[in-house]
Structures are given as C-alpha cells and as structure tokens.
C-alpha cells in the first residue's frame, strides 16, 4: 500500500512539474485537481503562466513556468530531482491545496484570509462541533461523547466508502 501510495505522489509531482503553474486557481481553491467529472479539462493557472501578462499564453511561456517549478522543486540544483526534492514537492503541493481548501470552506467574508471568528466554526473542536459532540448538552464533553462522536464517524466514512475498492484484484474476465 506504501508503494501504490508513493508512486502515486510521486506521480503527481512529476506531472504537476511537468505542467508548470498548470493548475487554475479559483477563489483561492485548487481546480483541476483530482478526479471526477468536475475538476477535468485545462488546468492552467493563467496569471502565472502568462509572464508579459498580455492575457495570451505561448508556448515559449508555458515551457518558461516549466522550468521554473523544475527549478523551485530542484533544492540542490544539480538538475536532477531525487525522491528527498520529489517528497518535500508533494509535501509542499499538499499543504498549498489544503491551505486553499481550508480558505474556501470558511472565509466567511471571502478577504483571502481567516480570522478567528471564522475558524471558530471550522473543522475541529468549533461551536458547531462541540455542540453536537456533547451529547447530554451540559455544556462539557466527557470522554465518552468524544469516543462514541468518533466511532460515529469511523462508521460513516466506512459507509461512504464502502464497496469502493472492491473487484480493483479481479483481472479482467471478473476473477
């Protein structure tokens, strides 16, 4: 599983290093990214690639924003990318995706920047978390109610995903 998981980083840096800034932005979130029936088609990042900024882009300057993501990714210059530089890529690609993601979901005002008001309902132990966790409304959570609010959602994510994965061994005729 490690393996499958490393290539498919691995994977995923090349390309995205192949493609320059090739990924298009929207309101701070990443598009083109993953897979699914949205999120397919062009992924440029337009005012990043376009460098004379003319509102047109060349190929002269999708091969310029190439070299250049190569050039960030290549920490020690020799020209080469080993499997430390590709790991710190996909390290760097992850954390910039969810730092946008983080933006989309809970930039209230849309300011590109979180204030502690709007991270207060986000993700984690927020209002609205805290709330429903605390099962008997006391206004406290014990350890029991933050237990069951995980098994809780151990369940759902494995109802969501259930099924996913299966016949992905069976070779083609179905065995």
């Known amino acids: 599983m490690e393996r499958i998981i490393a290539a498919v980083l691995t994977g995923t840096v090349v390309l995205s290093l192949g493609g320059a800034a090739l990924a298009q932005q929207h309101e701070g979130g990443m598009m083109g990214h993953g897979m699914g029936g949205h ?10 690639v376009d460098a004379d900024k003319d509102g047109k882009v060349t190929p002269a300057e999708v091969t310029a924003a190439r070299a250049a993501r190569f050039a960030a990714a290549d920490a020690n210059a020799d020209g080469k990318l080993d499997r430390a530089e590709l790991a710190a890529q996909a390290q760097k690609m992850m954390a910039e995706r969810m730092a946008a993601r983080a933006l989309d979901m809970l930039d209230a005002d849309r300011d590109g920047a ?3 008001e709007e991270m207060a309902d986000g993700p984690g132990m927020g209002s609205r978390m805290f709330t429903r966790i605390d099962a008997d409304k006391d206004g406290a959570l014990t350890r029991a109610e933050v237990d069951a609010a995980r098994e809780n959602m151990r369940g759902e994510h494995g109802k969501r995903h259930e099924g996913r994965y299966e016949g ?8």
């Open 39 to 48: 999120g397919m088609g062009p992924r440029i990042d337009f005012d990043t």
């Open 114 to 116: 979180l204030s502690a």
């Open 168 to 175: 992905r061994n069976q070779d083609r005729s179905g065995n």
